[in-house]
């Protein structure tokens, strides 16, 4: 599984940080990055891509 962030869609509101930190982070921008695509330990990353509000995180 790997993960990414559509950075046009983010709105930087930091909910996939709060829900897969070893995953995500907030970037210099305000955006959020991938710190590590294949460090979800905990939900595949699907926690965060459902959470997120604008759709942003693709699988
Ligand atoms: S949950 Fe979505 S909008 Fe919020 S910081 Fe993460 S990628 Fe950006």
Known sequence: MVVKVDAEKCIGCGLCVSICPDVFE???D???CIKNPRNCSKCDCKGAA???PVQAISL
Do not use: Q, T, Y
Request: contains cysteine; aromatic residues 0%.
């Open 26 to 28: 907030l970037g210099d």
């Open 50 to 52: 459902e959470g997120c």
């Open 30 to 32: 305000g955006k959020a």
